[in-house]
T-cell receptor, first 113, second 114 residues
Framework: DAGVIQSPRHEVTEMGQEVTLRCKPI?????LFWYRQTMMRGLELLIY????????DSGMPEDRFSAKMPNASFSTLKIQPSEPRDSAVYFC???????????FGPGTRLLVL | AQSVSQHNHHVILSEAASLELGCNYS??????LFWYVQYPGQHLQLLLK??????LVKGIKGFEAEFIKSKFSFNLRKPSVQWSDTAEYFC????????????FGTGTLLAVQP
């Protein structure tokens, strides 16, 4: 299995631009998680889906952030408009169900100038 | 509130020294417990996990952890560390309930000196 796939691996953009991060979970996994990692705040759960349905989005910072999972093999995290404080590494993870082991993707390193 | 505490933020050891990293969680019910490792510049990888059964869990690369329910602890150990163990280590807990999600500790940065 290829594992969790994320793209792009690196993104540099200017403040105000729209950023879209992509994730392909491991085939057969029903749960998908988006995390953000920064030096100041550590690893934070932003949102997670179970069977393509958002279950808990309480970690989404504000309305500028949105996430979708149109099908079992694809999810996006969008930031519009982006701000410098959004600079972080964004990880996607998937698991067979909500309570099972989560497998992490390589992350997207985002820099907003 | 549900939380996970890792008391050691930075640990520096020499090669062959023994390692123990502390992890405590706040809730007394049924939990699933995990240790993840993040090598420099890489993503998180699972080291080991505990769901039920033998409270002494063995993971990859010679790591083990012991679940002590009475102390709400899940400490990570390795008898003899190597330079390649230099990484950040995260304890995580799934408390179950209505929103099944992992709560991560703040991480412990381990530096092993050759």
């Amino acid at each position: 299995d290829a594992g969790v796939i994320q793209s792009p691996r690196h993104e540099v953009t200017e403040m105000g631009q729209e950023v879209t991060l992509r994730c392909k979970p491991i085939s057969g996994h029903n749960s998908l998680f988006w995390y953000r990692q920064t030096m100041m705040r550590g690893l934070e759960l932003l949102i997670y889906f179970n069977n393509n349905v958002p279950i808990d989005d309480s970690g989404m910072p504000e309305d500028r952030f949105s996430a979708k999972m149109p099908n079992a093999s694809f999810s996006t995290l969008k930031i519009q408009p982006s701000e410098p404080r959004d600079s972080a590494v964004y990880f996607c993870a998937s698991s067979r169900d909500q309570t099972e082991t989560q497998y992490f993707g390589p992350g997207t390193r985002l820099l907003v100038l | 509130a549900q939380s996970v505490s890792q008391h050691n933020h930075h640990v520096i050891l020499s090669e062959a020294a023994s390692l123990e990293l502390g992890c405590n969680y706040s809730y007394g019910g049924t939990v699933n417990l995990f240790w993840y490792v993040q090598y420099p510049g890489q993503h998180l990888q699972l080291l080991l996990k505990y769901f039920s059964g033998d409270p002494l869990v063995k993971g990859i690369k010679g790591f083990e952890a012991e679940f002590i329910k009475s102390k709400f602890s899940f400490n990570l150990r390795k008898p003899s560390v190597q330079w390649s163990d230099t990484a950040e280590y995260f304890c995580a807990v799934n408390y179950g309930g209505a929103t099944n999600k992992l709560i991560f500790g703040t991480g412990t940065l381990l530096a092993v000196q050759p």
